[in-house]
């Protein structure tokens, strides 16, 4: 019964495959700095880039507590380049 609901399953998925795609073609230099314009954040839009970040836990704690101000503590677990 196992066998015949996997094969069933296994059955449906390769009916959903998708369509191989046709491959990518350059941009032409016009179209890049069309897209670029598009993509990159206005100057308005990335104030987070300009507050003055702390690497330090307890350097910032200490500032913190010397400026009355809160900690925003942004941790992630994992390799940087690609939380695993």
Do not use: N, Y
């Amino acid at each position: 019964m196992l066998r015949t609901s996997l094969a069933l399953a296994a059955g449906a998925l390769a009916g959903l495959a998708l369509p191989a795609a046709e491959p990518a073609r350059p941009l032409s230099a016009e179209q890049f700095a069309t897209l670029h314009a598009r993509i990159k954040p206005a100057k308005d839009e990335d104030k987070w880039a300009q507050i003055p970040w702390q690497v330090d836990l307890w350097e910032a704690r200490k500032a913190a507590a010397t400026q009355g101000k809160p900690i925003l503590l942004w941790e992630m677990d994992g390799h940087p380049l690609g939380c695993t």
